[in-house]
């Protein structure tokens, strides 16, 4: 479903004389259709940019990626949109809309693809009971806990039906039961189907999850492993 060949990324310095980031250096695998890959390694890894590739919201300066077969390192600007489509995102920090309500800030993924309104409000009411927080509909974020946040960003990246939900850091800002609660429920959507790629650090969550583990050092793939563990 998606594969990289022998991407680098290095990012040149925001001043004019300084040295140039590698931020990924010569990485290439592949994650099938209805796989759930944890992508692990210390903050400057490369698990962001990797992410961020993904979505087209940065190139490679070498290498292929592919998504459903197609090269999308070359993608122009308009076709952008259409691989978003296929993806959801999710952040360490929700980016959800302060004023928008949480059926409203789901909602708005829907508006913006031009959706009608009853079918809008049957989708939000659908991913509300799979994260199970039908009865914060009309609460604003501020009004919900952290744990409630990323549940309404993670029903936001599902409204959509995407075929693969991107996790960068979902856990980050949140205590161990909550952290707990979000790995469920991103394995609850890996079991209805959807591909789900998480980008962390915290070492006990990989090794409670038990699934495929790529692990990044310095830009490189140093270890990928079915039923991984975490070891830096
Ligand atoms: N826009 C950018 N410009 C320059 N350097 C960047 C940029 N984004 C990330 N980097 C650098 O690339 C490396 C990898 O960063 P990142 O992908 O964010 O790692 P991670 O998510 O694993 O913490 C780091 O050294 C970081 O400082
Ligand atoms: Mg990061």
Redesign the pocket.
Known sequence: MIALHQVSKI????QKSGPP?I?LDNVSFSVDRKEFVSLV??????????L?LIIAEERPTKGKIFFDSKDISKLKRFQIPYLRRKVGVVFQDYKLFPKKTTYENIAYVLEIMGKKDEEISWEVSQVLEIVGLKNRAYNFPSELSGGEKQRVAIARALVHRPDVILA??PTGNLDPYNTFEIIRLLNKIYEMGTTVIL?T?DRELINILKKRVIT?EE?KVIRDEQRGRFIL
Do not use: I, N
């Open positions: 990012y040149s310095s925001r980031t931020a390694g210390r903050s400057g890894a490369g698990k962001t940019t990797l961020k960068d850091e980008a650090h990044l830009g």
